[in-house]
C-alpha cells in the first residue's frame, strides 16, 4: 500500500489518512502500521518476531533492560528527556536503564552489544539520517543488518527522516526487516525537531507506562503514538510544526508491547503480553511504495 503525501501546506509522506474514519478533522480513528515486507521471507520475519515476543510464556532477565542513546549536539535536551523518561516511568517500573550518551564518551560498540545481549525498549534522540544514527552514538544500516541478537527490542528514534519512504530499504525497514534486530520501528518520515521531539518521547512514554485518565497503559504502538502526537498538539495549539508531527510519525511493523500492563497502575517488565490487539491495522508495503499525491 503506498503513502499519502499531504494534503495542506504541510507535505511529509504519512499514513495518517488511512487512520481517518472522515474528513472532519486529522485525529486518528483507527490504528495503523506498517509491515513493510518486500516478500514472503520478509513477512516472515516480521511476523515470528512479533509473535515470538506477544505470546512469550516466561519473563526472561533481558524484559527489564531499557536502552537510551543521546547526541553530542544539544546534548543537555536529548539526555535531559532521556533522564526524565527514566526518573519518572522506567525507573520506577524496575526498568534496568543503560544510558549511552555520546557526550558522556558512549560508543557504538557498547549499543551493539547492549542489543545482542537484549532489550526490551531502545530510545534514540539524536540527529538522523535515512540510513542511519548520526551522534547518539552513530548506528548505521549495515552495522544493524549484521546483528544476530535473538532477543528483539522495540526501537524508538526521535531523529529526523528514519522512517523515510523515499527508499528502497530506509533505516526503519533494515531494524524490522530481517530475522534479527527490532520487532517494530518508531521514526518520523521527515526531518523532526529537539523541543517537538523532548515533548513527544515524554508523552509516549507517559502513554506507555500510565495511559490517561480514562486509560490503563497504553501499550500497543499506535495508542501510545497517538497518545504523543496529541501532546504536542495541544502543547503548541495546533500551531507551528504540530501538524507535521501529527503527519510524519509511523511505526514500522506495529505490535504490542513485550511488557504487561497490570491490573492498575504502571506498567511493569512482569510478563509479558499475550493479546494481540484487533483494533490495530497492518499495512503491507508494496515493493514500488509509490506515492498518493493529493494536493
Not at 77 to 100: K, M, Q, W
Not at 126 to 139: C, E, F, S
Not at 200 to 205: C, D, F, I, Q, T
Not at 259 to 286: M, V
Request: aromatic letters at 12%; glycine letters at 8%.
Amino acid at each position: 500500500m503506498p503513502a499519502f503525501v499531504g494534503q495542506d501546506f504541510v507535505h511529509p509522506a504519512t499514513d495518517l489518512y488511512y487512520q481517518l474514519a472522515d474528513d472532519a478533522d486529522l485525529f486518528p480513528d483507527l490504528e495503523v502500521g506498517r509491515f513493510p515486507a518486500r516478500g514472503v521471507e520478509e513477512l516472515t520475519n516480521m511476523i515470528d518476531k512479533t509473535l515470538a515476543s506477544e505470546w512469550a510464556t516466561t519473563t526472561p532477565s533481558w524484559a527489564a533492560n531499557a536502552a537510551f542513546l543521546a547526541s553530542t549536539d544539544n546534548w543537555d535536551i536529548s539526555e535531559g528527556t532521556h533522564d526524565y523518561v527514566i526518573e519518572h516511568f522506567t525507573g520506577p517500573a524496575g526498568y534496568n536503564n543503560l544510558r549511552f550518551y555520546s557526550d558522556k564518551g558512549a560508543s557504538t560498540e557498547e549499543v551493539l552489544d547492549a542489543v545482542q545481549n537484549g532489550l526490551t525498549l531502545l530510545t534514540y534522540s539524536g540527529h538522523g539520517a535515512t540510513t542511519y544514527w548520526a551522534d547518539g552514538p552513530k548506528v548505521t544500516q549495515t552495522q544493524v543488518a549484521e546483528l544476530t541478537n535473538e532477543l528483539f527490542p522495540v526501537v524508538f528514534s526521535y531523529a529526523c527522516v528514519t522512517g523515510t519512504y523515499d527508499l528502497d530499504e530506509s533505516f526503519a525497514e533494515t531494524w524490522v526487516r530481517s530475522a534479527y534486530g527490532a520487532t517494530a520501528f518508531w521514526g518520523a518520515s521527515e526531518n523532526s525537531y529537539w523541543d517537538e521531539d523532548d515533548i513527544l518521547e515524554k508523552a509516549v512514554y507517559e502513554g506507555l507506562f500510565d495511559g490517561d485518565a480514562k486509560s490503563l497503559p497504553l501499550s500497543w504502538m499506535a495508542a501510545m503514538t497517538d497518545f504523543g502526537k496529541l501532546a504536542v498538539w495541544s502543547h503548541y495549539g495546533g500551531e507551528d510544526r504540530s501538524l507535521k508531527y501529527m503527519k510524519s510519525t509511523t511505526s514500522w511493523a506495529i505490535r504490542d508491547s513485550p511488557c504487561s500492563p497490570g491490573r492498575r497502575g504502571r506498567l511493569t517488565p512482569s510478563s509479558p503480553a499475550r493479546s494481540p490487539k484487533i483494533s490495530s491495522i497492518f499495512i503491507l508495503t508494496s515493493p514500488e511504495r509509490p506515492s498518493l499525491r493529493s494536493d
